[in-house]
Nanobody, 115 residues
Framework: QVQLVESGGGLVQAGGSLRLSCAASGSADSLNVMGWYRQVPGKQRELVAVITSGGTTTYADSVKGRFTISRDNAKNTVYLQTNSLKPEDTAVYYC?????????WGQGTQVTVSS
């Protein structure tokens, strides 16, 4: 079993930045994919960015050039640096981990961007 603890969300003005963190514990070896999804009320949860154990990254088109995902395998932690934030980035951001055949989700951290 894997437990995920997210931090770093908050309220920021348009154009600002936040750094989100997600630390994995428990059976935290062989975390093949780590990343972030986001969701707003009434909409489907959508992929923001993911990174493999080998460092390969994938980003949603809407965040390319503004967000950067990274991971520290020694700390079992994934980060999302969000720059040039826009009001449409407002959402609950969920940490995502895939370990072999299992998928795990964090409880979410709120990001609110004011105009």
């Amino acid at each position: 079993q894997v437990q995920l603890v997210e931090s770093g969300g908050g309220l920021v003005q348009a154009g600002g930045s936040l750094r989100l963190s997600c630390a994995a514990s428990g059976s935290a070896d062989s975390l093949n994919v780590m990343g972030w999804y986001r969701q707003v009320p009434g909409k489907q949860r959508e992929l923001v960015a993911v990174i493999t154990s080998g460092g390969t990254t994938t980003y949603a088109d809407s965040v390319k050039g503004r967000f950067t995902i990274s991971r520290d395998n020694a700390k079992n932690t994934v980060y999302l640096q969000t720059n040039s934030l826009k009001p449409e980035d407002t959402a609950v951001y969920y940490c995502y981990v895939r370990r072999t055949i299992s998928v795990y989700w964090g409880q979410g951290t709120q990001v609110t961007v004011s105009s």
